[in-house]
């Protein structure tokens, strides 16, 4: 069985400041895939980034970093100098198969 | 740029009528999902489907939804009776085949069941 466990439910910061979000998943599988997608208040699933289990470098896109780090099974997703339009929630997800979903963190970026 | 096509985007329903939601997944795509997101949570798949066949409806409860791609195209999702449990975000996604990760997501139909 696989498992994606977001513990922060919420999260709420002052623009510019930096947040990360954690993300712990569990799978007996060696190959894999993770994800982390946005949901604006519009309801679409926005794709961020995709991982598979073999790549274990860090990326960066911008703003955005994302940490992932097999021996604790961690796929953490940093904002750095967030703002008001990050707020959403985010998911992550495993994929084998088809994506199971953790329960998604709702970020709010205050002005 | 190619899409995932949902319709309606929002429906309101009396709790024991049928109800049925619209799939269009992008040209080509042979794997389909629909996936349903309860608020507050995260989406759960529903039913997955590898053309005309089903892949996978384990957490499909099947003693009132119904899922359907008959030409291995678009697909249908239908709730009989729908209950007030149901409301929710229901989301289809679909991908080139069931070994690519990509998949991609339809703006989703918004059920309220009352």
């Known amino acids: 069985a696989q498992k994606v466990t977001q513990a922060q439910t919420e999260i709420s910061v002052v623009e510019k400041e930096d947040v990360t979000l954690d993300c712990v998943y569990e799978?007996?599988?060696?190959?894999?895939?993770l994800f982390w997608y946005k949901q604006p208040p519009s309801g679409e699933l926005v794709f961020l980034i995709r991982r598979n289990s073999f790549d274990e470098q860090n990326e960066i896109s911008g703003r955005y970093s994302w940490n992932f780090q097999k021996s604790t099974s961690s796929f953490n997703f940093t904002i750095t100098a967030s703002q008001v339009v990050d707020s959403a929630v985010y998911f992550c997800?495993?994929?084998?198969?088809?994506?199971?979903f953790g329960s998604g963190t709702r970020l709010q970026v205050q002005p | 740029e190619a899409e995932v096509a949902q319709s309606p985007r929002y429906k309101i329903t009396e709790k024991s009528q049928a109800v049925a939601f619209w799939c269009d997944p992008i040209?080509?795509?042979?794997?389909l999902y629909w996936y349903r997101q309860i608020l507050g949570q995260g989406p759960e798949l529903l039913v997955q489907?590898?053309?005309?066949?089903?892949?996978?409806d384990s957490q499909l409860p099947k003693d009132r939804f119904s899922a359907e791609r008959l030409k291995g195209v678009d697909s249908t999702l239908k709730i009989q009776p729908a209950e007030l449990g149901d409301s929710a975000m229901y989301l289809c996604?679909?991908?080139?085949?069931?070994?690519?990760?990509?998949?991609?997501f339809g703006q989703g139909t918004r059920l309220t069941v009352v």
């Open positions: 489907f590898q053309d005309e066949s089903v892949v996978d």
């Open positions: 996604a679909s991908s080139q085949d069931r070994e690519n990760t990509e998949a991609f």
């Open positions: 997800a495993l994929f084998r198969r088809a994506l199971t």
């Open positions: 040209s080509g795509h042979a794997t």
């Open positions: 799978t007996r599988d060696t190959t894999y895939y």
